[in-house]
């Protein structure tokens, strides 16, 4: 674990950082067969990093509203705390709205954004193993990690070995990083790149949070809040594929 690198810079944060520049690259990129300038996909990445910021935090004091006391340290976000799917969520419909607002297709631009999100989360999850959050349940596979004496992972399990389910979510985001862009040399349907990140990402989700530590009260029925998200996400994703299938082709250059 090293929350810090270089003994000043957060890791966190410079994954996230990495990753936000690596997502504007690609889609720049990817916008251009469409026709869709620089500056229009730079102005709706300002607003997925806004909404983003918000999103994260918001889902996280939502579902952890016992831990501020008094209220306002709800507003402490260098204080930690944020769930990834908040983010998702907040930048998803922020997008829908910016779309809507100049006129531009929301489906072309899910499309767009799509592979550089899900490559975004495989470089900031490394952040996450390096600052010890999102740790896993104890384990004796070859897999397990001990983490050190002061990281939460060892605070809550007493220094037992877990799941590197921070690793497990990084390896996830590459492979279907690596998986969108073939299936979209395949088929490029428009919504099929954006549905095929939520399915994808969904089921990743399912199965990487069977091995991921929650509190008691983040899980219901046996799934964590975010599986539950997951499931929705699955089939949302379906019904967008369904949909991308009976369009024709989008030239991606």
Same mark, same amino acid.
């Given at each position: 674990?090293?929350? /810090?690198?270089?003994? !000043? !810079? ?6 996230? *950082? ?7 690259? $690609? ?47 709800? $507003? ?43 490559? =975004? ?10 600052? =010890?959050?999102?740790? =896993? ?7 397990? @990690?001990?983490?050190?004496? /002061?990281?939460?992972?060892?605070? @809550? ?17 590459? *492979? ?7 299936? /979209? ?16 990402? =969904? ?35 379906? !019904?967008? !594929? ?12």
């Amino acid at each position: 674990m090293h929350p /810090e690198l270089f003994g !000043v !810079v957060k890791s966190y944060g410079l994954m996230l *950082a990495i990753s936000f520049a690596l997502g504007m690259w $690609l889609s720049v990129r990817r916008a251009r067969p469409l026709g869709i300038a620089a500056e229009t996909i730079m102005d709706l990445i300002f607003g997925v990093l806004v909404s983003s910021i918000i999103g994260v935090r918001t889902l996280y004091v939502a579902t952890h509203a016992d831990q501020f006391d008094p209220w306002y340290k709800a $507003l402490f976000i260098w204080d930690g705390g944020l769930t990834l799917y908040g983010g998702i969520l907040a930048a998803t419909a922020t997008v829908w709205w910016m779309c809507r607002r100049r006129g531009i297709a929301f489906l072309d631009i899910a499309d767009v954004f799509a592979p550089g999100v899900i490559l =975004g989360i495989g470089v900031t999850r490394v952040g996450c193993f390096l600052a =010890g959050c999102c740790f =896993g349940k104890p384990s004796t596979c070859a897999l397990a @990690v001990h983490f050190p004496a /002061e990281a939460p992972a060892s605070l @809550v399990f007493g220094g037992r070995a877990v799941h590197p389910t921070q690793l497990y979510a990084s390896a996830a985001g590459f *492979a279907i990083f690596g998986l969108l862009l073939l299936a /979209e040399k395949r088929w490029s349907g428009r919504g099929g790149t954006f549905g095929r990140f939520l399915i994808l990402y =969904g089921v990743a989700r399912l199965i990487e949070d069977a091995f991921r530590y929650y509190e008691p009260g983040q899980v219901l029925a046996g799934l964590s809040n975010n599986q539950w998200v997951s499931a929705v996400l699955v089939v949302a994703g379906a !019904v967008v !594929v369904a949909r991308s299938r009976r369009t024709g082709p989008v030239s991606r250059g």
